[in-house]
Every structure is written in structure tokens, then in C-alpha cells.
């Protein structure tokens, strides 16, 4: 049984540019969030996505957006990227009306 | 807001000793709290969780917490530390229905062998 997968591990990027990032949710899962977590620091909830549309949404600005796919999978976009923006990004999936978050290995975003 | 915190930021013991890790969280009802555990460069893996019921729960690796409503702490504990248990340990919250996780921000465990 596959878990949560991420895809890329990492990712190099400058400032002003833009950065797409892929999850997809562990089988039988159907509602994936996204978290932020920099350095030394515990994750923080970006947004939450079911049935294609996003549900809850944390204190980021609208640079941060995201997508889900008919098949569960989503993305992360993120616009006009910041030296701050910097992290570790983290996806997890739950079922509906499950309260258990499962998270994937993560993506690492340096921004230069 | 919902806030966790995790009062010790580094903890060091020696292998075999036993181990309390602390957590106090401020959801006003009852919260759903979860202890997850991140190894270098990794993601979060979940040790355990509290909903409702027993206030003592148990873990995967051999870890337990105990809810303290009077005290609003959720503190990890195991007791008898082994090296592969050093890594970053985080507790987390969420109100019922709410599904987005607040977490503490975490304390690493260093294990002396």
C-alpha cells in the first residue's frame, strides 16, 4: 500500500520565479493539505483540498494556491517566489471523516 | 487561535533511561492531539493520536501519551529510550471537524549511547 508521495525531493529556485509542487494522497484517500515547514521550525497548515475545491485555508497570502485532480492528486503553486518562501513543503492526505492526517516525505524549496 | 507548546526545545538522554517529552495545547473543547514523530531530512510519521475515551493511549515504537485536561498537556513518555528513537518529536492539535493541524514547534531528542 503506497503512502503520501511528493515529487520533486528538492528544488532550486530564484527569486520572481514560480514553483509548482506535486502530491499524491495515500490510497482510498480523498482530501490532501498542504503545510509549510521552515527551518527549526514546526509545520504550518497552507490549505486543504476536497472535491477539487479548496476547503480551509491557512494565513498565506494568494501567491500560495493549489489545485486537485479528479483522481485525489494535487499541487502547490506558488507566484513571485520570496527568499522566505525557503522550506520544507509537506503534503498529507486523510479519508473523508477521518480525523488521521498521513504525510509524505516532503519537498525542499530553496529559493536564491 | 489554537496554539501547542512545546516548552523544551533539545532534550538529551542516555540510551535505556526513560523519556517524558511535554506538550500543552489551548483548543477550549476537546481537542484531537497527535504526536508525530520527523527524522532528519524527512517527513512526519504519526505515533499516536487522542480523540476521545481512555485518557492513556498507546503508540507505535513502544511510545504512550496521557491527556491532562485539568493541565492542557498531552505529554509523550517512553521508558526506555533506544538510539534510533533520536529525532525531532512534534505535537499537534486540531478542533473537532476542523482537520488543519496547529503544531508545536518541536524538540529535537538526542540519545547519548
Known amino acids: 500500500d503506497a503512502g503520501v508521495t511528493q515529487s520533486p525531493t528538492h528544488l532550486i529556485k530564484t527569486r520572481g520565479q514560480q514553483v509548482t509542487l506535486r502530491c499524491s494522497p495515500k490510497?482510498?484517500?480523498?482530501?490532501v493539505s498542504w503545510y509549510q515547514q521552515a527551518l527549526g521550525q514546526g509545520p504550518q497548515f497552507i490549505f486543504q483540498y476536497y472535491e477539487e475545491e479548496e476547503r480551509q485555508r491557512g494565513n498565506f497570502p494568494d501567491r500560495f494556491s493549489g489545485h486537485q485532480f479528479p483522481n485525489y492528486s494535487s499541487e502547490l503553486n506558488v507566484n513571485a517566489l520570496l527568499l522566505g518562501d525557503s522550506a520544507l513543503y509537506l503534503c498529507?492526505?486523510?479519508?473523508?471523516?477521518?480525523?488521521?492526517?498521513?504525510f509524505g516525505p516532503g519537498t525542499r524549496l530553496l529559493v536564491l | 487561535a489554537q496554539s501547542v507548546t512545546q516548552p523544551d526545545i533539545h532534550i538529551t538522554v542516555s540510551e535505556g533511561a526513560s523519556l517524558e517529552l511535554r506538550c500543552n495545547y489551548s483548543y477550549g473543547a476537546t481537542p484531537y492531539l497527535f504526536w508525530y514523530v520527523q527524522s532528519p531530512g524527512q517527513g512526519l510519521q504519526l505515533l499516536l493520536k487522542y480523540f476521545s475515551g481512555d485518557t492513556l493511549v498507546q503508540g507505535i515504537k513502544g511510545f504512550e501519551a496521557e491527556f491532562k485536561r485539568s493541565q492542557s498537556s498531552f505529554n509523550l513518555r517512553k521508558p526506555s529510550v533506544h538510539w534510533s528513537d533520536a529525532a525531532e518529536y512534534f505535537c499537534?492539535?486540531?478542533?473537532?471537524?476542523?482537520?488543519?493541524?496547529?503544531f508545536g514547534k518541536g524538540t529535537k531528542l538526542s540519545v547519548i549511547p
Open positions: 490510497s482510498g484517500h480523498d482530501t
Open positions: 498529507a492526505s486523510r479519508q473523508t471523516g477521518g480525523e488521521t492526517q498521513y
Open positions: 499537534a492539535e486540531s478542533g473537532a471537524g476542523s482537520y488543519q493541524l496547529t
